[in-house]
């Protein structure tokens, strides 16, 4: 028995609305309406290369694999950041609204530019392996396991797209994508560097305020808020914020330290009891002449 392999056709349609236009001109914006017969196991981009091969060849798309591997098809679908490869039709009740990713410039129809991304990619401190790992690296496998989840990520930019600081917004922060990329090299076992700073500064990390709507959508369930935004901000206080660990970071670790640093001390010491007299009288005085002082 020869085994059939054409899809089975449902009965029905379905309805696409997809939002149009050219660049980032409004006035070219627009919606156009589309029925498309329905098939078993569609999923919206199906829906778009059938309109692309007999309805409306001029509609621009996005997409590379077909298989959730790639993210080239990110959109929004119903006002949901989304992969158009993977959201079945069947899934969604009416009519479907396709539009571009809102947090991205439009380069036309459903094409965005994300440029920007691999910009931010490039200011990302890279990998530096600690001076005393030596020639061989042993780690843990847990260890290891922490920094896989974060390479998990296919950079369909759904994350970045649905962060309401980057939407809606100037400021400087990298993203969640980006903050993921950080926190994959801060937690390999064998990375010497501290990218806390670059965070706190470049990175914006403070405008976060962990909505985690990015940890919502992630196509790869990525726990993209819990496991690298909330340690990268817990890293940064402890490094520039917390009081304790700035005293134990400058206290000498060697007998060069400790002179320097003694030195220190004790020029701050001499300019204090200097120049206390000269402006503590006169502002002593001034007070009690206010009546504010005994």
């Not at 020869?2 to 449902?10: A, E, R, Y």
């Not at 993977?86 to 571009?100: A, F, L, M, S």
């Not at 700035?246 to 001390?265: D, M």
Request: proline fraction near 6%; include cysteine; charge should be positive.
């Amino acid at each position: 028995m020869s085994q059939k392999t054409t899809i089975q056709m449902n009965t029905g349609t379905v309805k696409l609305k997809i939002q149009r236009g050219l660049g980032a001109d409004p006035s070219t914006t627009r919606y156009d309406t589309f029925e498309v017969p329905h098939e078993d196991g569609m999923v919206v981009l199906n829906a778009i290369h059938y309109i692309q091969a007999n309805i409306d060849p001029s509609l621009a798309a996005r997409w590379n694999c077909k298989a959730a591997r790639c993210g080239s098809c990110s959109a929004e679908i119903n006002g949901k950041p989304r992969l158009m490869c993977k959201t079945r039709v069947d899934t969604i009740e009416g009519e479907i609204t396709v539009e571009p990713m809102k947090a991205f410039p439009r380069l036309r129809d459903l094409v965005t530019d994300v440029t920007e991304n691999w910009r931010v990619a490039a200011m990302i401190p890279a990998f530096s392996p600690r001076l005393t790992a030596g020639k061989e690296w042993r780690f843990y496998q847990k260890d290891v396991d922490r920094s896989r989840e974060f390479r998990k990520c296919i950079e369909c930019f759904l994350c970045q797209d649905v962060c309401h600081v980057i939407r809606e917004h100037e400021s400087d922060y990298i993203g969640p994508r980006w903050v993921v990329k950080a926190a994959s090299l801060d937690m390999h076992p064998m990375d010497g560097l501290n990218r806390s700073k670059f965070l706190k500064d470049a990175g914006g990390l403070g405008y976060c305020n962990i909505t985690k709507c990015c940890q919502e959508i992630c196509p790869e369930h990525i726990v993209i808020t819990d496991d690298a935004i909330i340690p990268e901000k817990e890293r940064v206080v402890d490094r520039h914020y917390d009081p304790l660990l700035w005293v134990y970071r400058h206290l000498p670790r060697n007998e060069v330290q400790f002179e320097a640093q003694t030195k220190r001390v004790l020029k701050l010491v001499f300019w204090v009891a200097l120049l206390a007299p000269v402006v503590l009288v006169p502002a002593y005085y001034l007070l009690k002449a206010l009546g504010l002082a005994p």
